[in-house]
């Protein structure tokens, strides 16, 4: 469908817990992007994909955070052993430079919400 | 490093009136974008620039891009409440594949 979908919207964790999170980029987005935005700041760049292939990955704050997208569509973040520092909004966004483009640029999910207690 | 920063960081501004944020970085890209967050909510986004001298507006929003002087600018005319928000602007750099944020600019418009 239209626009990139992320879930869950909310995840509280207890620390030390695994979490996982989905998102589902605009049909025909080769390009998926990770985010990280604390409160009161700025998107942080974690890791980007060109269709199956992990580009760059120079963002992931530790080796606890994992991505993948194993089929070059739908991509999951996953955090192992969270910590209080990795409370934070999680942005996923698809891209396109094709210029005609509805969804020409990048195109933001509306981010997964994770509390680490 | 890509460093973008923005200024002001916070800006409570009157109804009706005229202003202008400023989004500086620090090396070469190809593209600009704008965008708008409230609270709680995702990354809308305004506004594409991809040329040195690019302009280009959307209701009481225009912004624009100067690529010699690392700078674009979002000038705000004639405040209403309505855009009150958060106001990013982030760096794509093409080979690099990836938009780099600036610190985003707090907006609060008052009566």
């Known amino acids: 469908g239209a626009g990139v979908s992320q879930s869950p919207r909310y995840k509280v964790a207890k620390r030390g817990q695994d979490v996982a999170l989905r998102c589902d980029p605009i049909?025909?987005?080769?390009?998926l992007f990770w985010y990280q935005q604390a409160l009161g700041q700025g998107p942080e760049f974690l890791t980007y994909?060109?269709?199956?292939?992990?580009?760059?990955k120079s963002g992931l704050p530790s080796d606890r955070f994992f991505a993948e997208r194993p089929e070059g569509s739908v991509s999951t973040l996953k955090i192992q052993r969270t910590q209080q520092e990795d409370s934070a909004v999680y942005l996923c966004?698809?891209?396109?430079?094709?210029?005609?483009?509805?969804?020409?640029?990048?195109?933001f999910g509306s981010g997964t919400r994770l509390t680490v207690v | 490093e890509l460093k973008v920063e923005q200024n002001p960081l916070f800006l409570s501004m009157q109804e009706g009136k005229n202003y202008t944020i400023y989004c500086n970085y620090s090396?070469?890209?190809?593209?600009l974008y704008w965008y708008r967050q409230d609270p709680g909510k995702s990354l809308e986004s305004l506004f594409v620039?991809?040329?040195?001298?690019a302009v280009k507006q959307e209701g009481r929003l225009m912004a624009s891009l100067d690529t010699k002087a690392r700078l674009s600018t979002l000038h705000i005319t004639a405040a209403v409440h309505d855009l009150s928000a958060t106001y990013f602007c982030?760096?794509?750099?093409?080979?690099?594949?990836?938009?780099?944020f600036g610190t985003g600019t707090r907006l609060q418009v008052f009566p």
């Open positions: 966004a698809s891209s396109s430079r094709i210029a005609s483009s509805a969804f020409y640029g990048y195109t």
């Open positions: 049909s025909g987005h080769v390009s």
């Open positions: 994909f060109q269709n199956e292939a992990q580009l760059d």
């Open positions: 090396t070469t890209s190809d593209r």
């Open positions: 620039l991809l040329s040195n001298g």
């Open positions: 982030a760096v794509d750099i093409w080979l690099a594949d990836k938009l780099i």
